[in-house]
């Protein structure tokens, strides 16, 4: 190393130079996205297709039944094969998508802003209001998640909103401990302190700067916990109370699958499948995304 | 006193306290919604006087007050108040089936563990690619929904190759299938935190140590690494008991068997609330006892908490 130090080149040495410094960039262009990350994203640029336009990958309609056609397995013709009253499973399957992402992501902001807003206030407020809210996400998270939603859904009725609600309860203290403990951290870091000195008002300090600080951690445990609630949903829909067939649900599909069971695989391999696929896909992008968030300095 | 038994204390406390909330806060949610009990159990039945007849039988038309109490009161006798469908003791409905749900939340929740820790033990730290595998593998259990892979190993074990019954809980054979279906996705999740746990732990100074002694690999992992991937296991305990009450209603409704998962199935599609607010009262205080026996074993198995 002290023998022979290479020469710096004059260009880190001037200060009127914008070239970084020479080892910073390659680093960057050599950070490639891992094949499970591409794989994840083109598994969801699919499905998200399926979720917006899912006539553009199927001529099939997923309700109308052709009684030539039934239980036919996979084939050119039906690539998912056909269930039990002909209906093409790809087909359904495709249109499923909307059913099981959009309520497993209304189910996510439920549990999301509830969670922030018992969080925010338990961290913000003093002993009497943190003690008992930490109590309440104890109380929450003693019930079994699948039984607290059964609990929530026996009140509210069977239906579509009633589940995303009830799978929503269920994920309250996931949230609501995050967003607490982030609050107590936020609210003693110096930069508050800071801009409390330098006199701005409760309500800009809380807007610019300790809103933000709480909210970064969020996206990433959002996009993770999806997966979580779409699992959740499907299961309550597989039991029977959410939507109600024919709606081309996952966990519905699965649940009329059982009866043919015996001489057809393919009704219930395929939405299964596709369930743990998605799920699959947003663990694998959520931990990428996590690692690479927590590696760079906030 | 001595500081463990403080510390039992003060958890037995606080899970008392967490009993009582979860029992009020189910109370509220009852009376939250207004005549919503009356129209249960009058069902479709309409004529003058039956709603107030009802009201009276079930102690409905007092004050919220006294209802609060009485409900507390029969709850500390262990009296979890009577079907709305059923008309029979809810405890008594629930005893009835009690036993299955044990042997199958026991058996899978056995079968995790033994899982996690064996893939955890033997892959932690060890090539690339077979901790690539495993991670993949569990991965995959972790995401996979235990009504598909009920479905799944039904096509595979009972339709292709006949080796377990479809459905029923007789003989162990028909606890075989459920109790797999419970456990690997479980297993999954226990085995991902504990092969972490278990890496961090090879990284410590005191594993050269014992590396430099001369120790195989093997003994190292069985003798002092296995402590260390046990605590996961503990720390998740309580979302283990959890996730095995909750899958069991998934799990019995799929395989046909008979159990609290089905009552409580039942009972939520029929809104028999007194069923219902008894099973999750039950999973809570089964929760609130075992993640407070957990918590000491935790001090057992890690004594560096027991120095102050």
């Known amino acids: ?298 | 006193m001595h500081p463990l038994i403080k510390r039992i204390l003060a958890r037995l406390l606080s899970a008392l306290l967490v009993l009582w909330l979860a029992a009020s806060t189910a109370f509220v949610a009852i009376h939250a919604l207004p005549g919503k009990i009356e129209d249960v159990l009058a069902g479709d039945l309409q004529y003058p006087g039956l709603r107030e007849a009802i009201s009276a039988q079930w102690g409905l038309d007092r004050s919220l007050a006294w209802q609060y109490g009485h409900f507390l009161e029969r709850l500390a006798h262990g009296d979890l108040g009577s079907s709305y469908v059923m008309q029979q003791d809810v405890i008594q409905v629930l005893s009835s089936q009690i036993w299955p749900t044990v042997q199958l939340a026991l058996s899978a929740g056995v079968l995790a563990t033994v899982l996690a820790l064996v893939v955890a033990t033997l892959t932690a730290g060890r090539s690339r690619l077979s901790r690539r595998l495993a991670s993949a593998v569990e991965l995959i259990l972790a995401s996979t929904p235990v009504f598909w892979l009920g479905l799944l190993l039904l096509i595979a074990f009972s339709f292709q190759w006949r080796l377990f019954p479809v459905s029923g809980a007789t003989g162990w054979k028909s606890l075989v299938l459920p109790a797999v279906t419970l456990a690997l996705p479980l297993a999954g999740v226990l085995s991902q935190v504990t092969r972490e746990a278990l890496e961090q732990a090879l990284e410590q100074a005191f594993v050269t140590t014992i590396r430099a002694r001369g120790l195989g690999e093997l003994a190292l992992r069985l003798r002092h690494l296995l402590r260390h991937a046990l605590l996961p296991v503990v720390t998740l305990g309580g979302w283990l008991i959890g996730s095995l009450l909750g899958g069991a209603v998934i799990t019995e409704k799929m395989f046909g068997r008979p159990g609290v998962g089905s009552v409580t199935l039942n009972a939520v599609l029929s809104q028999d609330l007194p069923v219902v607010l008894a099973v999750v009262l039950l999973a809570a205080l089964i929760h609130v006892v075992i993640s407070t026996l957990l918590d000491v074993l935790y001090l057992f198995i890690d004594p560096r908490l027991n120095t102050p």
């Open chain 1, 1 to 298: 190393m002290t023998t022979s130090q290479p020469a710096l080149p004059d260009s880190i040495l001037s200060h009127d130079t914008q070239v970084p410094p020479a080892d910073v960039r390659p680093a960057r262009q050599r950070r490639r996205w891992p094949l499970g990350v591409i794989l994840a994203l083109l598994f969801l640029a699919v499905l998200a297709i399926g979720l917006v336009v899912p006539h553009w990958l199927t001529r099939y309609d997923p309700l109308l039944s052709d009684v030539s056609q039934t239980l036919q397995p996979p084939s050119l013709q039906h690539l998912f094969g056909t269930d039990r009253i002909g209906r093409d499973v790809l087909a359904r399957v495709l249109y499923g998508a909307r059913y099981s992402l959009l309520i497993g992501l209304a189910s996510v902001i439920v549990s999301l802003v509830i969670g922030l807003v018992i969080g925010i206030a338990a961290g913000l407020g003093q002993r009497y209001l943190n003690e008992p809210a930490a109590r309440v996400f104890d109380v929450l998270s003693a019930f079994p998640a699948v039984l607290l939603s059964l609990f929530v859904v026996t009140f509210l009725g069977q239906g579509i909103v009633n589940i995303a609600i009830g799978v929503g309860i269920a994920g309250i203290p996931k949230f609501g401990r995050i967003v607490r403990s982030r609050t107590l951290q936020v609210r003693r870091a110096n930069y508050v302190t800071h801009a409390v000195t330098f006199g701005l008002s409760r309500w800009q300090v809380f807007l610019r700067h300790l809103l933000p600080n709480v909210l970064n951690a969020i996206p990433v445990i959002a996009t993770i916990d999806i997966g979580t609630a779409i699992i959740a949903v499907s299961g309550l829909s597989f039991l029977g109370l959410g939507p109600q067939p024919p709606t081309p649900e996952w966990g519905v599909m699965l649940a009329e699958s059982r009866d043919v069971l015996r001489v057809a695989w393919w009704p219930s391999v395929f939405p299964g499948l596709a369930i743990t696929l998605t799920v699959i896909s947003i663990s694998v992008l959520g931990k990428y995304w996590q690692r690479n968030f927590e590696g760079r300095p906030q």
